[in-house]
């Protein structure tokens, strides 16, 4: 089967990250990385194409360093990369990027199977793949930590607070996967080689079809107005037990929902 | 609470190093560095502390990384250049000396012993299991009495009709317990002019015996064993076939050498990272460490010989994969760069003071292995003979 992965780079989780003058994403200050949880949909699409045929794609969206996500997605295995980079693509929010990502996927060709992680580090919108799946037609099977592929069908545990679903969808679909579902391999040493011998492809908004009119900072439907640092945390509330602390400690718990 | 110490980006800009190391080698430095700290790191001090490392588990987990005999063609290794397994070794040692020992007794001494020397049946049956970690090697040189003049050894192997009969004693011998396969060396009674030859040995072979020895104060996360050969009997075709004479081993632990001398730089690096982190960190009379003169000093002097050394060592790499690297040069690299190494451990535990002989933070495991990097594979005084042979013409070692 054939397998499209939708990832992302982003700034490492580790470093300061912060936000630019336009207030976007600084790429500038903090180096970048894949997505760590795009890293467990690589893993499910290799294992997957491993058990049987197929090929994996990866495809990302970003400036030119975003490469480096791409790369380190062959380096783990996959087969072959799809770049989209373009001036104008800056800023652009979970519309914008669902569309160019459906139309990287239309490009590709119909992919069995378009797996993605369970939402970015940086970014936390977790709407993207829902909203690939609908541009593109195609049954989403969100949030899963486990998947098995068989024959026609793709079947999904989603595991919720009080509950697991098992939920079903016929080919092709898309799933994203959490960070339950498996433990990404690293790359090796000869997957490290290897990867400078795969294909990447470079797409502008020209080569996908799609307008300068509806991606971008100006035209996205949802931007970042402010931002500022969480504020440090604050002294923890001292109850003092004079024959009520039991009452006071529920208390204290209800209004804050832990109970 | 194990304190991991993060890549320290001012050392790294200060010395540049990341502009003489290309991107497949950053990538796989990285990719080292990302494993040591999910796998290994966390590990190491209980390993360190109870002196039990899962040798073969990790032996496959590098297997599956590529890193055993990576710098090898062909039987399933790597092929790559000897810079990429140097610096495979910097950042393995950054984790710990032992670990980084497993790698290069596996690689560098007994798959490049049958790799070099070996007959095609015996790389066959051999390379592609050890390149896999499905299959872990030792090698048998060193004796009890007999350390830095192995010429002197006095393991013997007879001949009787076409087989050969091993006897004698292996000492300090990592991985040795825990081995499927022994490269032995041994004085033969066969009349050549070079008495030594190399045998390839299960372990399983009747009258060998592996015993691990304990109760040492470094390389606790290493396997370190005594080897002894009773009436062990091997076929005629058990011999390494290419080579007879000291030669034989001796390049193979220069290759060995070529690892430590990147890889004791990596456990420097590790100490550095460790105390610049601290010094940050850690107020003294209500001001930051890193503040005071004394202080400062003392990380300035690190860091220069940490780059002085990577430099050399990265000089040395490219020799070995352009005009070729002598003996003498890898020399020179050994005995300067664990010299340094253990200088750089022993000042950052001053930085850290009693923190520093935690197992919570890496400064006295390194310390502490960097003990044994620094006389193994040719003690620095062995090592300034060779380099005073090669600069005077005069062999001094007896």
């Given at each position: 089967m054939n397998i499209v992965v939708c990832v992302k780079y982003v700034p490492d989780a580790q470093s300061d990250r912060t936000f630019s003058d336009d207030k976007t994403?600084?790429?500038?200050g903090v180096d970048g990385l894949l997505s760590e949880l795009d890293e467990y949909a690589v893993e499910e699409a290799l294992k997957l194409v491993e058990a049987g045929e197929g090929e994996v794609t990866v495809v990302t969206i970003g400036p030119?360093?975003?490469a480096e996500a791409v790369k380190k997605a062959l380096q783990m295995g996959a087969d072959k990369g799809v770049h989209i980079s373009d001036d104008?693509?800056?800023?652009?929010?979970a519309v914008a990027t669902s569309l160019l990502l459906a139309e990287a996927i239309k490009k590709i060709g119909q992919p069995d199977l378009i797996l993605t992680g369970m939402?970015?580090?940086?970014?936390?919108?977790?709407i993207v793949p829902t909203m690939v799946a609908e541009r593109l037609g195609l049954p989403a099977v969100t949030l899963v930590s486990s998947l098995e592929v068989n024959g026609s069908t793709v079947t999904g545990r989603r595991d919720g607070d009080t509950a697991s679903e098992t939920i079903e969808a016929s080919l092709p679909a898309l799933v994203s996967v959490t960070d339950q579902t498996n433990e990404p391999r690293y790359p090796s040493f000869k997957g490290i080689m290897a990867a400078k011998k795969k294909p990447v492809e470079t797409w502008s908004l020209g080569d996908l079809g799609?307008?300068?009119?509806?991606?971008g900072l100006n035209n996205a439907w949802v931007q970042v107005e402010s931002f500022e640092a969480r504020p440090p945390r604050e002294q923890g509330q001292v109850v003092t037990d004079e024959g009520d602390g039991g009452t006071k400690l529920a208390e204290f718990l209800s209004t804050h929902k832990f109970v | 609470m194990v304190r991991m110490a993060s890549r320290n980006s001012a050392l790294d800009a200060l010395s540049g190093l990341d502009s003489l190391i290309d991107a497949d080698d950053r990538d796989l430095m990285s990719m080292i560095r990302k494993f040591a700290d999910d796998h290994l790191r966390p590990n190491l001090p209980e390993w360190f502390d109870q002196g039990v490392v899962p040798a073969r588990d990790l032996a496959r987990e590098f297997g599956k990384l590529g890193l055993?005999?990576?710098?090898?063609?062909?039987?399933?290794?790597?092929?790559?250049s000897a810079t990429s397994y140097g610096l495979a070794c910097h950042e393995l040692e950054a984790a710990d000396s032992g670990i980084r020992s497993l790698v290069s007794v596996q690689g560098s001494l007994a798959m490049t012993a049958i790799h070099k020397f070996g007959s095609e049946e015996q790389k066959t049956e051999w390379l592609p299991r050890m390149a896999a970690g499905e299959a872990l090697g030792c090698f048998g040189l060193t004796e009890p009495d007999f350390g830095?003049?192995?010429?002197?050894?006095?393991t013997r192997a007879k001949r009787d009709g076409d087989d050969w009969v091993l006897n004698g004693t292996k000492m300090w011998i990592t991985n040795g317990s825990v081995a499927d396969v022994a490269v032995v060396w041994a004085q033969t009674d066969?009349?050549?002019?070079?008495?030594i030859r190399g045998f390839v040995v299960p372990?399983?072979?009747?009258?060998f015996e592996g015993r691990e020895i304990k109760q040492?104060?470094?390389?606790?996360?290493s396997v370190t064993a005594e080897l002894s050969f009773t009436d062990l009997r091997l076929p005629?075709?058990?011999?390494?076939?290419?080579v007879s004479g000291l030669r034989g081993p001796l390049s193979c632990l220069a290759e060995a050498r070529f690892g430590i001398v990147f890889g004791a730089m990596g456990a420097a690096r590790d100490c550095l990272e460790t105390a610049l982190a601290y010094a940050e960190s850690r107020r003294v009379f209500g001001e930051p460490?890193?503040?005071?003169q004394l202080t400062q000093a003392k990380l300035a002097d690190m860091a220069v010989e940490y780059v002085k050394g990577m430099l050399l060592a990265l000089h040395l790499g490219r020799l070995k994969d352009g005009p070729g690297v002598s003996n003498e040069q890898v020399s020179v690299g050994k005995l300067n760069n664990c010299r340094e190494a253990i200088a750089i451990a022993r000042e950052a535990r001053t930085i850290l003071?009693?923190?520093?002989?935690?197992?919570?933070?890496?400064v006295i495991r390194h310390e502490n292995n960097l003990e044994s990097v620094l006389t193994y594979e040719g003690t620095s005084e062995v090592h300034q003979l060779i380099i005073g042979q090669a600069l005077t013409g005069a062999n001094a070692f007896r």
């Open positions: 994403t600084d790429r500038a030119d360093e975003a104008a693509i800056h800023g652009s929010d939402g970015s580090t940086d970014g936390l919108m977790n799609v307008d300068a009119g509806q991606v | 055993l005999g990576m710098h090898l063609e062909g039987y399933g290794c790597g092929g790559s830095s003049d192995p010429g002197g050894m006095r066969d009349g050549g002019r070079d008495r372990t399983d072979s009747k009258g040492k104060m470094s390389l606790r996360a005629g075709d058990a011999v390494l076939p290419e460490l890193a503040g005071y003071a009693a923190n520093g002989i935690s197992l919570e933070y890496p």
